[in-house]
Structures are given as C-alpha cells and as structure tokens.
C-alpha cells in the first residue's frame, strides 16, 4: 500500500501489508471513508444510514446485532457496519477486548 501526494501524485510512503496478510490469513481491504460512505448511500439508501451517532454498546441479541448509541436508540439488523474510529467499540467487540493501540512506523 502507499500513500501519494494529492496534486502531484508523487508517492509519500509505501507500507508493507503482507506481515498483516500473514499474521491473519487475509488481505485488507484500506479504503477512503468518503468512498466507503459513497458505496453505502449506493447499496442501501441515505435514509438508512445514520450520521453524527455515538455508539456506546455492540452486542448480539437474539440472532441480530444490536448498537446501542448515546442518545438511548437501539438498532438491530443482520449486520451492523460500525466505521466508529480510532477508539472503535465495533473492533473491541468483535476481537473479545480492549485493544492496545501502538505505534506502527508511520502516521495515517
């Protein structure tokens, strides 16, 4: 993976991703935010998706996943896409715990 220059497009950084490929036996798939949320309103509508939400609690309730947000709204579905960030309680949720942030030689 590497890291371009907007305007000149000349690379800034390029990032290994195989020890990640071979540490979980999977490729990532690093995409823009604006994209993922461009894909999103596609598939699914605006109507269905929620902005400016803070999700407090993921769970799985009754064979659906369940996020629990701030203001008191629960939402239950099939899948639940929780794009929540740095300090993510969807990837706590899915790895068991906490995860120990650490420095990976480079700023995103």
Known sequence: MS????HS???MCRISMQPL????????YP???AELQQMLMEA?????????MKMVEVANRDGAATA?????TIASADILIGADGANSITREYVLGG????????YVN
Do not use: L, N, S
């Open 21 to 28: 490929i071979e540490q979980v036996g999977q490729r990532p």
């Open 9 to 11: 497009g000349q690379t």
């Open 44 to 52: 699914y509508g605006i109507d269905e998706i929620h902005f400016g």
């Open 68 to 72: 629990t947000f701030a203001d008191g």
């Open 98 to 105: 906490p995860v120990t942030r650490r420095y990976a030689g």
């Open 3 to 6: 890291y371009a220059e907007a």
């Open 31 to 33: 995409i823009a935010r």
